[in-house]
C-alpha cells in the first residue's frame, strides 16, 4: 500500500503494540528487540504470532488513547493546523483478534474558509491490528480499518461568523460542518500506523507507512536518554494559539526539552503551563471565538524570535505539561501584527523532548 500520511492527521492511542512491548517496566527496548530478533517475525505465515503479542496489551489502548492529542492536518507534508484532544475510550477485544475502539472528545482547526472552527466529535471503529519490525528494531504497528459503525462531528464555534455576521454566517456553517465531517470520516477510514524506535519516540501517521519510511521531522535531535513527544511543524494564525500535550513527567530530576524556530511572523509568544491550568485554557480556547486571556500562573514564560534558534532547557517536577504557542495580543508580551484581509500565520517548527534535568 502506497505511503498516505496525515491529510487530517489522527494520531490516536500510542496503542496496544507499545504496552505490550515494555509498558514501562523493565528494560521496554530489551524487549522490543527481543520480539524483533525473532526469525520469521514479519514474515505474513506469523501474523498469529503477532497477535498474541499483541494481545498482551489491549487492555492499555484507551489509557494510552487518552494521554496524547491528536495533531490535524490537511496534506502529507502540511504543517499542523489543529488539534483534537479525546476525553472519552472504550475498548473491546473481538473474537477474531480485531479490537473496537469507541471515543468521543473534542478539538480545535483553522482553515481558510472558516478561519478557526472549534468542535466535539466521536467514532465507534473495529480496526484488524498487526505489526512489522525494521532492521533497527524499530516497530510498526499498524491499525487498518475494518468498519466505522458510526461517527459524529459537530461544530462549536465558527470564528468567520462572528467576523462576518448573519449574512454569511448561514452559508458558511453548514458548509464547514459538511466538510469536517468528510474529512474526518475519511481519515478514520484510512486507519493509522504507530512507530516506536528502541529509544521509546513514538511518531504517528495515518494510513499504511511502510517500513523503514518516517513522517517529516524539522529536527535532528539527540535522542541519548530523551524521550521526543512530537517533532513537527504547525501554522498558527494571528489570534490563534496551539496547545501541545499532555507530556507526562513520570520521575522526579526531570526537565523538558524545547527546540523551535518560527517564520512568518516577527515572534511568538511560548509557555509551559502545569495540566491544572492547562485543561481550563484549552476548554476556554474551544468554547469560545476568541482567544482569551490565558492564566498568569505558568512553569514558563518566554519568546521565540523569528531568525534566531530557539533551545530551551526547563526543569519540572512530576507532573502533566503542556507547551502552548501563542500568536495572539491578549497572553504573553509579544504584540503580533493584525492584517484584517491578508492573514499571516506564524509557521512553527518545534521538538519536545523530556530528559534528565542538567
Request: one cysteine or more; aromatic letters at 10%.
Amino acid at each position: 500500500m502506497g505511503r498516505r500520511l496525515d491529510k487530517w492527521r489522527w494520531a490516536g492511542p500510542v496503542t496496544v503494540v507499545v504496552a505490550a512491548l515494555g509498558g514501562g517496566q523493565g528494560c521496554a527496548s530489551c524487549q522490543q528487540r527481543a520480539v524483533c530478533s525473532q526469525v520469521g517475525i514479519n514474515n505474513p505465515e506469523n501474523r498469529t504470532l503477532r497477535r498474541q503479542i499483541l494481545s498482551f496489551g489491549t487492555s492499555e489502548t484507551c489509557k494510552e488513547m487518552l494521554s496524547r492529542n491528536a495533531p490535524l492536518k490537511l496534506a502529507e507534508d502540511a504543517p499542523v493546523i489543529g488539534r483534537f484532544f479525546p476525553r472519552n475510550c472504550v475498548h473491546q477485544e473481538l473474537p477474531n483478534g480485531n479490537i473496537v475502539i469507541q471515543f468521543d472528545g473534542e478539538g480545535y482547526a483553522w482553515t481558510n474558509m472558516s478561519r478557526k472552527l472549534t468542535f466535539a466529535t466521536g467514532a465507534r471503529i473495529e480496526y484488524a491490528p498487526d505489526f512489522r519490525c525494521s532492521s533497527d528494531d524499530a516497530i510498526y504497528a499498524y491499525f487498518p480499518t475494518r468498519n466505522v459503525e458510526r461517527s459524529q462531528f459537530n461544530l462549536r464555534q465558527l470564528e468567520v461568523s462572528s467576523v462576518a455576521g448573519g449574512f454569511l454566517s448561514g452559508w458558511v456553517n453548514p458548509v464547514a460542518e459538511t466538510f469536517g465531517r468528510q474529512l474526518f470520516v475519511g481519515k478514520l477510514g484510512e486507519g493509522f500506523t504507530v512507530i516506536r524506535d528502541t529509544n521509546q519516540d513514538i511518531e504517528f501517521g495515518v494510513g499504511i507507512i511502510p517500513v523503514g519510511q518516517h513522517p517529516q521531522r524539522p529536527f535532528r535531535l539527540s535522542t541519548d536518554a530523551k524521550r521526543t513527544y512530537e517533532n513537527a511543524r504547525a501554522d498558527v494564525h494571528q489570534n490563534q494559539r496551539d496547545f501541545i500535550g499532555p507530556i507526562v513527567v513520570k520521575e522526579s530530576g526531570q526537565a523538558l526539552y524545547l527546540t523551535a524556530s518560527v517564520d512568518g511572523t516577527p515572534a511568538v509568544d511560548l509557555f509551559v503551563y502545569a495540566r491544572d491550568e492547562a485543561d481550563p485554557a484549552i476548554r476556554a480556547y474551544i468554547d469560545s471565538v476568541q482567544a482569551l486571556p490565558m492564566p498568569p500562573s505558568r512553569t514558563l514564560n518566554d519568546v521565540v524570535i523569528a531568525g534566531r534558534p530557539y533551545r530551551r532547557t526547563v526543569p519540572v517536577k512530576t507532573g502533566t505539561y503542556y507547551v502552548v504557542f501563542d500568536n495572539t495580543p491578549t497572553a504573553g508580551p509579544t504584540m503580533p501584527p493584525t492584517h484584517l484581509l491578508d492573514d499571516r500565520a506564524a509557521t512553527i517548527s518545534y521538538a519536545v523532548q523530556v530528559g534528565d534535568a542538567p
